[in-house]
């Protein structure tokens, strides 16, 4: 499925050819480095934290039961056009991509770490699915043609990277006019009581980890592992707010079309133009996110929704 023709060497800018890619365990290398040392230690760390986990997912059928229980991947996946050609940039073990990968998409899914991307392509291997494409890869290097995507989607990426903002601008690049971009950050309120528990953990170890409400939900060993390595032991992340990203949004000419949870509505489509609510408004529902149970549970995470013009 990868054409060749279409890959870009993103340091020179001219086309890859075959001769230049290499592979492992099918899936190609194209890395390029980008100079900063947080990129190659995100690397390492995911190499070993493969997030998120398969622990119990055997097939296809079990994936898509559970990733369609979350409201965002079942209006997502309603909503995204047959035939879409699609980013997903940070993809992990590529759970949301392969849960997307019906009605004929193309989906090209992208991250750093080896061993959470040979996950990923030993599930589609062994449930044969043809249309999901891993490719080991740099945000801050991408070797996709400018304009190219009809949909982006990066979830709990950018804020693990050296600069957000640049790889915002880097992903916006990609996006086709009138294709869609979807972004899932850490937010600057609703992480505080995650920050406050990363910060006993830290002094307390492994023994306080109770204070997670996760660690009693049923759920196997590797997921725990995976959750808590990636909660209170990344080498970064950094936290975010509505305004910050409308800001990000309005130097890439992308529009504003919908956030969660701040104007999320559970009866409208997803991809439906939302206004952008006034100052006011937005300070006390970014504040109260600092109370707010699920964002407490999920770690303090917003998504944003815009549409390149
Ligand atoms: C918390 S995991 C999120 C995985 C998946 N998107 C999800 O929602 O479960 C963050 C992922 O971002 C990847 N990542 C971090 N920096 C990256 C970069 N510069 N380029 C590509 N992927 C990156 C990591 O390797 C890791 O797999």
Redesign the pocket.
Known sequence: MINTNNLINPISSNKLNTNEINFFSGIPDLYFD?QNPL?LK??E??DNVK??NFDDIEDFGTLLGKSLNSIFVSKIDNEIPYHSEIL??????G??SIALSRYNRRIHS????KG?LIEGKQFIDKNEIKNVQFYR????NLCFPNNYFDIII????LH??YNPEL?FNKLSEKLKPGGIIII?LYHKYGRIVQNIKQFFIKIFGEKLKFIDKRFSDTVSEKKLYAWFK?QYYNPHESKHSFSEVIKWFKKNHIEFINSIPFNFNFNDKIFDKKPIPNKNKLFLKEISLMFDRSQIYEGGFFVMIGKKS
Request: charged share 10%; net charge negative.
């Open positions: 980008d990129t995100q690397s760390f995911y997030f998120p997903e940039a940070g993809c992990g073990t759970q949301l992208i991250d750093l770490s959470s890869m740099n945000i801050f990066s979830n709990g990426v693990h990277t790889a899932g990636d």
